[in-house]
């Protein structure tokens, strides 16, 4: 502060709590959404970690298992396995850049980040926001990447079946998110996210009829119809599908259950988060 | 109606389960006053900062800040404080400016008064040159005048500082010193300021003495060191308890024993030092004389060293 030594010219006295500007609740929002970007973007090994492992799944297991691949009842056309593990692909990439955007709660508590927010008069619902949206805008952004690839796969999408299948992906981004929310913001450490992704968070992606069709009966088909991830893949299959015309009660949840079921875990997700974030413990003053 | 005080805080009690950081504290800062919350590491300053900057809710007590209850209405007190917290709270990947902007958004202030407000600050923060560099590429103390900048960006009245000068050299942190007196004059802004380095204290109008969750004391620097009767004499030796016998007995002077040091309070102590050296000039390896420090009124107030065994 060597240079600050020049007198302080005598400026009009603060202004009273009445005409202070009072806090936003939009504009906390967009502030935190845009840091979200813009450290995403400057952090290039998140770009490529987010996308590229879902797109190597996608070719080497769509390679691997096409001769095993028995096509679920639904699907009243030829399909491969390649074609039916794509849209659980792009649920991948979403799960995958949601939760890796949320990691970054513990790391903004570490770092000391937080704690500014903490101390600033927003509430805790913008703050949540605020970080839910940035993860969904990013996590949107890779998946349309990745379905642009549609075509490849003989899906032909329609512009309303693109617009549909947008609004279904943020739904669905947003959901993730705040689960990401839920598990990031009591954790301590990284470590201990990397731990429930890999016995909670992947199993919840395996079994949500992404990686392989949910069998007719038998204790794993229960385990996939109480998912709830099972629904947003659901949803995901028949919007891509508009067009064709995929019977309920074949396997493959309907879209009115699918939108009721997700919107429900959407709204327990949030719940949790905004109140996690507006609980203050010691753990959070450091 | 008189004019609340910045800070009020009556019969505040923390607990972290069973222990005590903070037992039944009471004091208030008036406006326009440097106030220091000096003390031990452990001895409940933090805890008391992060009730004050509402990251830990009120358990027993009441804080209010410009009369406004802190456990009732933390975002209107969200609003009046600035918090420069000890430990960083910047976003190492962004720029200076951009961490001011978002800053300055969350308090609700956009555009061009949001601006303007940033190169104010930072020109007089002395790192305008620097706002379009990235934070990790900083320095720890130019980091540490951002940190300043943060807290300062939404003009509050009351400043809250962790351990202010931590990071920051001697120069710069006159400088820190400085500026917080300016702002006391001339735009009427508070700040609490906690710290454990005696020297730093001084520069306080006033200040609470915290040692293991108790206030020990308040008051001006100077009062506060007028606690010691006279002079400090401090005494080391090889047998600090068979002298403290000996003085008592021959001069009928109280001695503590404190950190392994004889230390007595005299009105005259110049004297009695002579006849202290005459009468054992075997058992005093070095005596020393002063007038009384911020340290003497510690151990004075509070039986012990300022970095008393555990504490430190």
Redesign the interface.
Known sequence: MSTSTAPVAPSPAPPALEAQPRGSFWLPIYTLTQRELVRFFRQRTRVIGALGQPLLFWILFGAGLKGSFQPPRWANWEMSYQEYFFPGVAVMIVMFTAIFSTISIIEDRREGFLQGVLVAPISRLSLVLGKLCGGTVLAVLQAVLFLLLAPTMGISITPAAALLTLVWLTLLSFTLTALGFVIAWPMESTQGFHAIMSVFLMPMWLLSGAFFPAGESGWLSWIIAANPLTYGMAGLRRLLYFGRDIPTGSGLPGLGTSLVVTCLFCAVCVGLSVYLAGRRVSKDAR | MPEPQAVDIHGLTHR?GDHAALSDISFSVARRELFGLLGPNGGGKTTLF?LL?????IQSGRVEI?GTDVAARQ??V????G?V?Q????????TVR?NL???G??????RGALRERIDVLLG???IADRAGDRIASLSGGLQR?VEIA?GLL????LLLLDEPSTG?DP??RD??W??LR??RD????TAVVTTHLMEEAEHCDRLAILDKGRLVATGPPAELRAHVGGDCITIQSEMPAELAEKIATRFDVESAIVGGRLRIERADGHDLVRELVDAFPDEISTVTLGKPTLQDAFIHLTGHQFWGEGDA
């Open positions: 972290y992060r900057s509402t990251l830990l809710p410009f975002e209107d969200r609003r009046q404080i918090v917290f430990s960083p709270s910047l976003d190492r990947v962004l951009e902007l978002h800053q958004h969350l308090y609700g202030m956009r007089r923060l002395g005048r943060k939404h003009q509050p009245r920051l120069g710069a400088d820190l400085r500026y300016d702002l001339h735009e009427g802004v």
